[in-house]
């Protein structure tokens, strides 16, 4: 009994020992760089020269300007729309492969996952090419059935809708992979005894699938909507924060005052908001789903 | 239990080494010079590339033992790493840096005055062959800091067939430009052609026809501290102007948010008859312009055109200055501009290298280039002057797409690129 | 009547599947396929008003320039970074994981907090650029082959954590708690019992850092050049300052996707098999 409860002992104290090595790696190349971002947040740092200290001011000013506060809102509508689309859809697609098998449910997730896959830069471009006026695609068709064209780069609202859908398509097929592999880490057996038992499909899916795969769809969520509102290339490639700004999200105004103003300590200032920003996210959606650590 | 602590150790081991033993082994060599560019030396199908690649290899021949390391970067951030690698005490020896950051370089104290190097055992002749608004701009206290290369101007590009088929010779001042406009706006099959095209994106753009309005009609852009100075009556007949041919409908009301790459490419695919572009982009929209290429024509602009560059300087803390003076020397001889010229399709750097140039009617374009570097306007040089351009787009922007006053849009933005350059 | 009529709602449905998959199909790749018609059009022909997908001369000129150059090597450069930074981050990842599922241990919250915080940079934002940059260059390892892997795995091991810790956590602790009753080393337990379980958690995690190494344009483009070139670098030299090269450029992304293909052909019936094989049974 008491060798027993040395051994226990004994484990939980060495068994921080597990995470040493990642630690050290995370903390050298995150933490240490996170760490140099909070200081020049604290000073100018204009073309890389150390002003005087000036505490919060940086924040402070970012926080003022109403140009960042629309920036923040409206990178919040895109990211929370793109994410929810993606993950909805992706779950519709995810349930219908689930009962797929072989070769045809290979070749839906390969198609799936080419989006997210692609270079954000060229898919960004050739999505921007495809909306213009005369020269892409999607106006060719639009003329086609009738309609008159749609001038998604240089109108507000079809300009947050093509970011927003240019956004969601590169997400679909990931969130689709990442709840599929959710869904087949169900117990068949538990599926066979629900439909014995009498239940009816949408029955099983809502009591028994879906609670089940509530920690992938968590995860997918929260990479989703990092990724969604971290994302600098295709709101930049896309619409450059057009027109008139409508679209101007945080990373690209943090992009513009690093390597246009050469404000290194606001645009510090600006991503250590982003990040405690999406912080807040995760810990939110953590509350929401009542995931245990 | 022990086995498992070995792995961790080792695995630990294993990645503190990669740091540690990385960071040992370099050491820099006495006899070898970097330089960022975003040109590649070692591509066989950049012109510039292949000038450059040319001048090195002659360099390290005529310098046993000296090696030319070029790292290509990205022209937009390069200057933002090299800032960063100067704090860190880590920069390349030769940089290229563009027009808008150049005091801010110059503010850091990254660059070593070329007096020191070479500049000081030129000849007043030597000097006198470089001396031009790229060459000023470069200076600071009476010492000079940087040589261009790459000279560029923003030139307005014509269509020369449809330009005759209106019935216009080349416009020269701003009512011709309409009136040329205008007869060169139609639409024939369902295709419209636009006069004039613009672009007034938020993003990267070259600059407009607002700025060159301000600097025919006043001189400049800013006041004598700085400030910006188009909120006035100036600015607002600009403004009205350039709205003027939206609502008229020589330039297409999607113009708002369009960018550099998209105007080109829409250039190339015809549906313009006039655009603001960079000359050096003479060669690349000839050879994907889906019509006669010999079309393409660049002209000046009424009161000049903007003059762009980019400026190499030596770093100031570079442990190899003098091989590096020297090569930033041999990339601006006279022999190295031919190089430039007949290899790279460029203007010349040197006055003197004019003469060596045979104008024909494909190359007509080096004409208004020189003129434009003679005349152009360039930003000062004493402070920074950031964003300038975007602030004069958002100006627009407002205007057409809000309604905005043009009085009230102007000084909105005067205020911003004040406050964005601490003024 | 009725097995006739079964069957050919059954036919129906099968077709209709098909019919979404290709519409689905379509969707996913359109920007694909735009990309690789113009990557064989004739320069004069890209930029075009209206817009064609045929009624042109293909050439492969554009990929022959792009093969001459350094792409392939930039191919190979980028394997070798996100094959290493897969090894490291979910190596590493797992370890940490394991640690933090199945133990206590004082500062358990605080470096929890850490991963947790390291979770935004996943994305592969360029929150962190200017200061790694600075802090690497002083430590003179940037321009190196490990510069990159050992960055990619850093950035992305917080999300591989947090996936393996699901599904280290899904496992039974009874097993781990049987096979220690019947003398089985702790060793073992990690490094051979529970692996082959939480298949679905290591592929994902795999995945995950594969996908944000491969993406990566903005890091790579500070921390390396030249030989060392990453996959979206050589992609973005069509991308100049003289303008976009639209012809190299979809050849170059086109080729891009190649090597992507085939990781997913030989290696995606391992990640499918090991998406079926599901969790603990019984």
């Given at each position: 009994m008491v060798?027993?409860?040395?051994?226990?002992?004994?484990?939980?104290?060495?068994?921080?020992?597990?995470?040493?090595?990642?630690?050290?790696?995370?903390?050298?190349?995150?933490?240490?760089?996170?760490?140099?971002?909070?200081?020049?947040?604290?000073?100018?740092?204009?073309?890389?020269?150390?002003?005087?200290?000036?505490?919060?001011?940086?924040?402070?000013?970012?926080?003022?300007?109403?140009?960042?506060?629309?920036?923040?809102?409206?990178?919040?509508?895109?990211?929370?729309?793109?994410t929810a689309i993606s993950i909805v859809v992706g779950l519709l697609l995810a349930l219908w492969i689930d009962k797929r098998t072989g070769l045809f449910a290979y070749w839906i997730q390969l198609i799936g996952l080419i989006p997210w896959v692609i270079s954000m830069v060229v898919a960004g471009l050739l999505w921007r090419w495809l909306f213009n006026v005369d020269l892409g695609l999607f106006n060719v068709i639009i003329r086609a059935f009738g309609w008159n064209t749609i001038d998604v780069v240089n109108k507000r609202i079809p300009a947050i809708i093509g970011l927003i859908f240019v956004m969601?398509?590169?997400?679909?097929?990931?969130?689709?992979?990442?709840?599929?592999?959710?869904?087949?880490?169900?117990?068949?057996?538990?599926?066979?005894?629900?439909?014995?038992?009498?239940?009816?499909?949408?029955?099983?899916?809502?009591?028994?699938?879906?609670?089940?795969?509530?920690?992938?769809?968590?995860?997918?969520?929260?990479?989703?909507?990092?990724?969604?509102?971290?994302?600098?290339?295709?709101?930049k490639v896309l619409t450059g924060g057009g027109p008139v700004n409508a679209t101007n999200v945080v990373t690209l105004e943090q992009y513009n005052l690093s390597f246009v103003y050469y404000e290194f300590g606001r645009s510090s200032a600006l991503s250590i908001l982003i990040m405690i920003v999406t912080i807040l996210i995760i810990a939110a959606y953590i509350k929401v789903a009542k995931f245990e650590i | 239990m022990k086995k498992r602590m070995l792995i961790v150790l080792a695995i630990f081991v294993v990645v503190a080494s990669f740091a540690f033993a990385g960071g040992a082994s370099e050491k820099p060599k006495t006899n070898e010079i970097v330089m960022w560019t975003f040109l590649d030396p070692t591509s066989t199908t950049n012109g510039r590339g292949i000038a450059l690649g040319k001048m090195i290899k002659e360099f390290e021949a005529d310098n046993p033992g000296a090696k030319v390391t070029v790292e290509v970067k990205n022209y937009a951030t390069m200057t933002g790493e090299f800032l960063t690698a100067h704090a860190a005490g880590n920069a390349p020896d030769i940089i290229w840096c563009a027009r808008d950051e150049l005091s801010g370089v110059l503010d850091a104290g990254a660059l070593e005055p070329l007096e020191n190097l070479f500049l000081g055992e030129w000849s007043a002749e030597e000097i006198d062959d470089v001396d031009d608004a790229f060459f000023r701009f470069g200076e600071r206290g009476g010492k000079h800091y940087t040589l261009t290369l790459n000279k560029n101007a923003l030139v307005m590009f014509y269509r020369s067939d449809l330009l005759k088929a209106a019935g216009h010779t080349v416009p020269k001042t701003w009512d011709q430009i309409v009136a040329a406009a205008r007869d060169m706006t139609k639409t024939e099959g369902g295709i419209t052609t636009y006069g004039l095209g613009q672009s007034f994106p938020s993003g990267y753009s070259d600059p407009q026809l607002l700025a060159n309005w301000l600097i025919e009609k006043q001189g400049t852009l800013f006041d004598k501290d700085g400030r910006a100075m188009w909120a006035n009556p100036v600015g607002v007949s600009g403004v009205n102007w350039v709205v003027d041919a939206i609502r008229k409908g020589y330039t297409p009301e999607s113009s708002i948010n369009l960018g550099t790459e998209d105007i080109i490419a829409?250039?190339?695919?015809?549906?313009?008859?006039?655009?603001?572009?960079?000359?050096?982009?003479?060669?690349?929209?000839?050879?994907?312009?889906?019509?006669?290429?010999?079309?393409?024509?660049?002209?000046?602009?009424?009161?000049?055109?903007?003059?762009?560059?980019?400026?190499?300087?030596?770093?100031?803390?570079?442990?190899?200055?003098?091989?590096a003076g020297r090569f930033l020397e041999k990339m601006y001889s006279p022999q190295a501009d031919l190089y430039w010229i007949n290899d790279g399709d460029q203007a010349p750097v040197r006055k003197s290298s004019i003469d060596k140039i045979t104008i024909t009617e494909s190359n007509d374009y080096l004409t208004v280039m020189l003129d434009a570097f003679a005349n152009g306007w360039i930003t000062p040089n004493d402070k920074s002057y950031a964003g300038w351009k975007i602030n004069l787009n958002e100006a627009i922007q407002?205007?057409?797409?809000?309604?905005?006053?043009?009085?009230?849009?102007?000084?909105?933005?005067?205020?911003?690129?004040?406050?964005?350059?601490?003024? | 009547?009725?097995?006739?009529?079964?069957?050919?709602?059954?036919?129906?449905?099968?077709?209709?599947?098909?019919?979404?998959?290709?519409?689905?199909?379509?969707?996913?790749?359109?920007?694909?396929?735009?990309?690789?018609?113009?990557?064989?059009?004739?320069?004069?022909?890209?930029?075009?008003?209206?817009?064609?997908?045929?009624?042109?001369?293909?050439?492969?000129?554009?990929?022959?320039?792009?093969?001459?150059?350094?792409?392939?090597?930039?191919?190979?450069?980028?394997?070798?970074?996100?094959?290493?930074?897969?090894?490291?981050?979910?190596?590493?990842?797992?370890?940490?994981?394991?640690?933090?599922?199945?133990?206590?241990?004082?500062?358990?919250?605080?470096?929890?907090?850490?991963?947790?915080?390291?979770?935004?940079?996943?994305?592969?934002?360029?929150?962190?650029?200017?200061?790694?940059?600075?802090?690497?260059?002083?430590?003179?390892?940037?321009?190196?082959?490990?510069?990159?892997?050992?960055?990619?795995?850093?950035?992305?091991?917080?999300?591989?954590?947090?996936?393996?810790?699901?599904?280290?956590?899904?496992?039974?602790?009874?097993?781990?708690?049987?096979?220690?009753?019947?003398?089985?080393?702790?060793?073992?337990?990690?490094?051979?019992?529970?692996?082959?379980?939480?298949?679905p958690s290591l592929a994902a995690a795999a995945l995950f850092i594969f996908i944000g190494s491969w993406n990566d344009y903005i890091t790579a483009s500070v921390m390396v050049s030249g030989n060392l070139k990453a996959i979206q670098q050589a992609i973005y030299e069509y991308m100049g300052y003289f303008g976009i090269e639209w012809g190299r450029l979809t050849a170059a992304a086109t080729l891009a996707i190649l090597p992507i293909l085939a990781v997913f052909t030989f290696a995606g019936r391992q990640l499918v098999s090991g998406l079926t094989a599901g969790a603990v049974k019984g």
């Open positions: 060798t027993m409860s040395n051994t226990l002992k004994k484990r939980n104290l060495f068994g921080g020992l597990y995470t040493v090595p990642a630690m050290i790696l995370l903390i050298m190349l995150l933490i240490v760089p996170l760490g140099y971002t909070l200081y020049c947040s604290l000073f100018p740092f204009k073309y890389m020269m150390r002003g005087s200290f000036q505490g919060l001011n940086n924040f402070i000013e970012i926080l003022k300007s109403p140009r960042i506060q629309y920036s923040f809102y409206i990178t919040f509508i895109v990211t929370f729309s793109a969601s398509w590169r997400t679909i097929g990931y969130a689709m992979v990442m709840i599929l592999a959710g869904l087949k880490g169900i117990d068949a057996d538990l599926i066979e005894a629900a439909q014995i038992d009498g239940a009816s499909p949408v029955q099983t899916l809502f009591r028994i699938k879906l609670p089940i795969i509530k920690s992938s769809v968590l995860l997918s969520t929260i990479v989703l909507t990092v990724s969604n509102f971290t994302n600098n290339t295709v709101p | 829409e250039f190339q695919a015809g549906k313009y008859g006039m655009f603001i572009a960079g000359a050096v982009r003479v060669g690349a929209i000839k050879a994907a312009a889906s019509y006669d290429p010999n079309f393409v024509k660049v002209m000046d602009l009424p009161g000049g055109c903007i003059i762009d560059g980019w400026f190499a300087g030596i770093w100031s803390k570079s442990k190899n200055k003098d091989l407002r205007v057409v797409a809000n309604g905005l006053d043009p009085m009230v849009a102007l000084q909105q933005t005067a205020d911003e690129f004040n406050a964005a350059n601490g003024r | 009547m009725d097995k006739i009529s079964k069957t050919r709602i059954k036919a129906l449905k099968v077709s209709l599947e098909y019919i979404f998959a290709i519409l689905f199909g379509i969707f996913n790749m359109i920007p694909v396929f735009w990309g690789i018609i113009t990557s064989i059009k004739p320069l004069r022909e890209i930029s075009r008003i209206p817009p064609r997908l045929t009624g042109f001369a293909p050439t492969l000129s554009h990929y022959i320039t792009v093969l001459n150059g350094p792409f392939i090597e930039s191919i190979l450069n980028s394997l070798l970074y996100a094959i290493l930074a897969i090894l490291m981050g979910v190596i590493l990842g797992y370890l940490a994981a394991y640690g933090f599922a199945r133990r206590k241990f004082p500062l358990k919250g605080l470096l929890f907090f850490i991963v947790v915080v390291g979770i935004p940079l996943s994305g592969g934002s360029s929150v962190l650029l200017i200061p790694n940059y600075l802090y690497l260059l002083k430590l003179r390892l940037t321009n190196h082959w490990y510069t990159l892997p050992l960055i990619y795995a850093a950035y992305n091991m917080p999300m591989a954590i947090w996936l393996l810790i699901a599904g280290v956590k899904a496992v039974p602790i009874e097993m781990e708690e049987a096979a220690n009753i019947d003398g089985v080393s702790q060793f073992y337990i990690v490094s051979w019992l529970i692996p082959p379980l939480i298949k």
